[in-house]
């Protein structure tokens, strides 16, 4: 099709970008770490978005070249953050299903001088689901290398709760259903509340996604949320505006 091989060329050309999208602790709104999002205007397409393309690449085949290049870039500008923020990188089903993925971004990891303890890699329910023991060896090989793996979009799966038990997670990313509305919505407060009680007795990092108004970033804080995630603090943005937005913190 017309946007496969747009993908394709957009792919050997280096053309896809990434954008980062600022993660901040809750308590004093210090920023904590970036997420990678990929990004892809294409001259006669416009817009698509990585919900398309990302899915797109997995079913033809290129995954790994998308993944490969995208961790390079996003581990390139990450160089030049505070070496303290962490880098959050999304593993698509796909790659958790092939035992060659660790050893690929570590060498990526290696290649670009990025210490690997700063590198966390996101990873959704559905992605574990595909193969679970495989899945299970790949996050092993990333956490022993020191990289830290978060399960992402926490809530919308299914089977949330045996996956905790039965995976090693560093951190746990409350999917944003939960948290939009949440200062006026009882229901969602309550899950809130609760995921967080139960990742401090797992000791487990909690980020609430998806937060876009102070009312919400108030009561996750009452809740005990530890960070946060959202347009309220940050819009995806490229290298060059994340180097900005942290000259004006620091
Ligand atoms: O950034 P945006 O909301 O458009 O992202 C849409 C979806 O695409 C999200 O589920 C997000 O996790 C996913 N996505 C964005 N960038 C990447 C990436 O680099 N790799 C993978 N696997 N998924 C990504
Ligand atoms: O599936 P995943 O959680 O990786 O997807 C992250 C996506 O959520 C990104 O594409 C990002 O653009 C989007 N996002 C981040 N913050 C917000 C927000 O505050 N509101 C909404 N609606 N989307 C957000
Ligand atoms: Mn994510
Ligand atoms: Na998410």
Same mark, same amino acid.
């Given at each position: 099709?017309?946007? @496969? ?6 792919i050997?050309a ?14 004093? +709104? ?15 397409? %416009? &817009?698509?978005?990585? $919900? ?16 490969? !290049? ?7 500008a ?5 070496? @303290?923020l962490f ?11 092939d !035992? ?19 590198? @966390?890699? *996101? ?8 193969? $679970? +023991? ?6 092993? @090989?990333?956490?022993?290398? %020191? ?9 919308? %799966?299914?089977?949330?709760? #045996? ?37 401090? #007795?797992? *000791?487990?990092?909690?980020?609430a996604?998806?937060i876009?108004?102070?009312? *919400? ?5 009452s809740?005990?949320c #530890? !960070? #946060? ?6 819009k995806? $943005? ?7 937005y942290? $000259?004006?913190? &620091?």
């Open positions: 099709t017309q946007l @496969e091989q747009a993908l394709r060329n957009a050997i280096d053309e896809i970008d990434v954008h980062f999208q600022p993660i901040v602790k809750l308590r004093n +709104d210090d920023v904590v770490g970036f997420e990678a999002l990929a990004r892809w205007c294409d001259a006669n397409l %416009g &817009y698509v978005s990585p $919900a398309i393309f990302v899915p797109l690449a997995e079913e033809r085949g290129f995954i790994d070249a998308l993944a490969e !290049m995208l961790l390079r870039k996003a581990a390139q990450a160089l030049s953050w505070p070496k @303290e880098l959050s990188f999304n593993l698509s089903s796909a790659q958790l299903t !035992m060659s993925t660790s050893s690929r971004l570590l060498t990526i990891v290696n290649q670009v001088g990025l210490d690997p303890r700063r590198l @966390e890699l *996101e990873i959704t329910e559905t992605a574990v689901m595909a193969d $679970a +023991d495989v899945a299970q060896k790949i996050v092993a @090989e990333f956490r022993s290398a %020191g990289v830290r793996v978060s399960l992402d979009d926490f809530g919308t %799966g299914q089977s949330s709760l #045996g996956r905790l038990r039965d995976f090693t997670f560093d951190k746990v990313k409350i999917d944003r259903a939960f948290v939009s509305g949440i200062s006026a919505d009882r229901a969602s407060e309550h899950i809130v509340k609760a995921i967080v009680s139960m990742c401090e #007795g797992l *000791e487990l990092e909690v980020v996604e998806g876009e108004h102070p009312s *919400e970033a108030l009561k996750l804080k809740l005990g #530890g !960070m #946060g995630q959202g347009f309220f603090y940050g995806p $943005a490229d290298a060059v505006a994340t180097m900005r942290l $000259a004006d913190r &620091y």
